[in-house]
């Protein structure tokens, strides 16, 4: 009986050591975007050309990770969502906190075509999303000049 109780006792910490060593390796995933830094005229990764932006959602990926409308206006985003019983949405922040919202995007089930309309947006670099896979399908959202 006493044995047993050793054995436990070395047992739970050995998988209390391994718990913890294990924690820090597998977080080698994807590194959040550099949306910060202040200057939002740098270098955008791209630029608007009109007020009817589009992206893809497969493979829980988006097809691109910039997205650019003009400055001021209202536009709308296409969603096409193609994976199969999978809900994805674009949702719209001012950095990639997710803290504060600039649109949020109702979920949309693939596959199948959303439209999201959008009201205008001051000029900035923030960040969009999947709010369902925030970890996996994101990048940067571009408005203006
Ligand atoms: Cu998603």
């Not at 070395?10 to 391994?18: D, E, P």
């Not at 990764?45 to 009109?50: D, K, T």
């Not at 719209?92 to 959008?118: C, E, N, R, W």
């Not at 009201?119 to 970890?135: E, K, N, V, Y």
């Amino acid at each position: 009986m006493r044995r047993n109780t050793t054995l436990m006792a070395v047992a739970a910490v050995a998988l209390l050591g391994a718990a913890c060593g294990g924690k820090s390796s597998p977080n080698s995933s994807p590194p959040p975007p550099q949306a910060t830094g202040g200057s939002p005229s740098a270098s955008a990764p791209c630029s608007a050309s009109g007020t009817s932006l589009s992206i893809t959602a497969k493979n829980t990926a988006f097809g691109v990770n910039c997205l650019a409308a003009p400055a001021n206006q209202a536009f709308t985003i296409v969603l096409d969502n193609q994976d199969s019983g999978t809900q994805h949405t674009v949702s719209i922040y001012t950095d990639s906190s997710g803290s504060q919202a600039l649109f949020k995007g109702d979920p949309v089930t693939g596959p199948a075509m959303h439209t999201y309309m959008v009201s205008a947006l001051q000029a900035g670099t923030f960040f969009f999303r999947c709010d369902i896979h925030p970890t996996r399908m994101f990048g940067t959202f571009v408005v203006g000049p």
